[in-house]
Every structure is written in structure tokens, then in C-alpha cells.
């Protein structure tokens, strides 16, 4: 939250919507040629952050973050108010089996404490026929094993991390009610890096080890399994 009241301090508001804009914009079009966005869309944005694309979206929308209420208070002039906020947790979605048309969960898997039960909880609330995108950054497999052994203390705030190989396993080998994920297209890229620590020897070795993370999207259709 310290993290997040900081962030909050630091942005113009008015930059915040701009960012909001230029993202939902981007979203809409990579979400265009599979899924209709329109104003019977209900749409549910699962670990929304501060700057969510939803509030620039088209349709019924929900927003559900453990620090929904927080961001509502904090950075209200770029948020909208035509979006239901709901404060709780990707593991445990109070809402029906398949209420929402499209799920988005961006960048949240690898913050939640049991990514198999948030995988389990996405698919059981999209509903048959129905869209996920999904965005995780995931690591080369040095940098994986790395993160396993010493990220608890090195990186608290991610207590999971992913080989792209790993996640495809989590996200298309679950089955709920009968239905599964079936992978509908994938985009991936280079992700940002964070500042590392050290000496200059040391940031090398570190450069050297983990080559950098892939910040990784797959769009998935519920289907039958
Ligand atoms: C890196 S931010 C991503 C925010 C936003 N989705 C984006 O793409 O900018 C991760 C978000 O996940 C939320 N989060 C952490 N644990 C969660 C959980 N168990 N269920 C749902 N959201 C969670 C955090 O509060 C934070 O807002």
C-alpha cells in the first residue's frame, strides 16, 4: 500500500485517465477480432490496480482488488464511478459460475498467495464461450530457480513466479464444472526490468544469469473440455 500511496503522490491525475485511455484503447484492439466489446459486455478485471483499463471500457464492469477501496479513495479523480468496485481476493470471486462474458487479470498472477485456486476461481466465473486474458511475466528458467530459492526475502511482493512453460500448464490444465481453457491467440514481449542491486560486477552476474522476463498474454476461450 506504501508502494501505491508513493505512486499516488508522484503522477499528475490528469496524466493518470491519459494512461487509463491509452491502454484501454490498446486492450480493445488486441481483444477486437475475437471479442465483441459492446454495451451488453459484462467485463470483470480481476487484481485491477490503481490504473485499471475497465474504467475505459465499454459495458457492465466490475473491478475487484484486496485494495479496491484503498485505490478508490487515493486516486478517485482518474477513476471511474460507472465501475462496480470490490474489494477481495482472485482466489475466492464472489460472484455466480459464469456471470461475466470477459475476465481480465493482468499482471496479478504471480502477486496472489494460490495461483492454481485464482486460475480455478477465472474460469469458473467466465462464463461457456466466454473470454480470459491473462498477463503474467514470466522468467527464463535460471532466473525461475533463482526466484524459487531466494525470492521470499530478495522479491516479497511477487510469492510466485513462472516459466512460461509452467504457466501454460496452470492455465490450460485446469478443468471446473467440465469446462477448460483453450488457448485463443498469445502476444509476448520483452518486460521492463527492475533496478538491480549491487556493484557493477554483480549486476553482470546478474544480467548474465537472468536474461530478463517475458511479459507474457494469452487470451482463452471457456470451452467444453
Ligand atoms: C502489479 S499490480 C497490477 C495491476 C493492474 N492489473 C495492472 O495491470 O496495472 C498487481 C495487483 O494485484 C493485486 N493483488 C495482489 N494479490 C491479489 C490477490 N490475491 N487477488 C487479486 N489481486 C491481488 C494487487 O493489489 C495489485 O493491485
Same mark, same amino acid.
Given at each position: 500500500m506504501v508502494w501505491w500511496r508513493r505512486r499516488g503522490d508522484q503522477f499528475?491525475?490528469?496524466? +493518470?485517465?491519459?494512461?487509463?485511455?491509452?491502454? +484501454?484503447?490498446?486492450?480493445?484492439? @488486441?481483444?477486437?477480432?475475437?471479442?465483441?466489446?459492446t454495451e451488453e459486455t459484462k467485463t470483470l478485471d480481476i487484481g485491477c490496480g490503481p490504473e485499471p483499463e475497465i474504467c475505459d471500457?465499454?459495458?457492465?464492469?466490475y473491478?475487484?482488488?484486496?485494495?479496491?477501496?484503498?485505490?478508490?479513495?487515493?486516486?478517485?479523480?482518474?477513476?471511474? $464511478?460507472?465501475?462496480?468496485?470490490?474489494?477481495?481476493?482472485?482466489? $475466492?470471486?464472489?460472484?455466480?459460475d459464469?456471470?461475466?462474458?470477459?475476465?481480465?487479470?493482468?499482471?496479478?498472477?504471480?502477486?496472489t498467495w494460490e495461483p492454481r485456486?485464482?486460475?480455478r476461481e477465472l474460469l469458473r466465473v467466465t462464463r461457456a464461450g466466454g473470454h480470459c486474458l491473462l498477463e503474467v511475466n514470466c522468467l527464463?528458467?535460471? +532466473?525461475?530457480? +533463482? #526466484?524459487?530459492?531466494?525470492?521470499?526475502?530478495?522479491?516479497?511482493? #511477487?510469492p510466485h513466479s513462472f516459466t512460461e512453460q509452467h504457466l501454460r500448464a496452470l492455465l490450460l490444465g485446469e478443468a471446473v464444472g467440465g469446462h477448460v481453457f483453450r488457448l485463443v491467440d498469445r502476444w509476448a514481449a520483452r518486460a521492463r526490468r527492475g533496478g538491480l542491486k549491487g556493484t557493477p560486477l554483480l549486476k553482470r552476474i546478474a544480467r548474465a544469469l537472468c536474461p530478463g522476463?517475458?511479459?507474457?498474454?494469452?487470451?482463452?476461450? @471457456?470451452v467444453p473440455r
Open positions: 499528475e491525475l490528469a496524466q +493518470a485517465a491519459d494512461r487509463i485511455r491509452a491502454r +484501454a484503447a490498446a486492450l480493445a484492439e @488486441k481483444l477486437s477480432p475475437h471479442v465483441p466489446l471500457l465499454p459495458g457492465r464492469r473491478a475487484l482488488d484486496p485494495l479496491a477501496h484503498f485505490f478508490q479513495r487515493q486516486f478517485r479523480h482518474s477513476l471511474s $464511478d460507472q465501475v462496480a468496485w470490490v474489494e477481495g481476493i482472485g482466489e $475466492d470471486l464472489p460472484w455466480r459464469g456471470a461475466f462474458d470477459v475476465v481480465l487479470c493482468l499482471n496479478v498472477l504471480d502477486h485456486m485464482a486460475v527464463a528458467n535460471v +532466473a525461475y530457480w +533463482a #526466484h524459487r530459492l531466494a525470492g521470499r526475502w530478495t522479491d516479497p511482493e #511477487h522476463r517475458n511479459r507474457v498474454e494469452y487470451l482463452m476461450e @471457456k
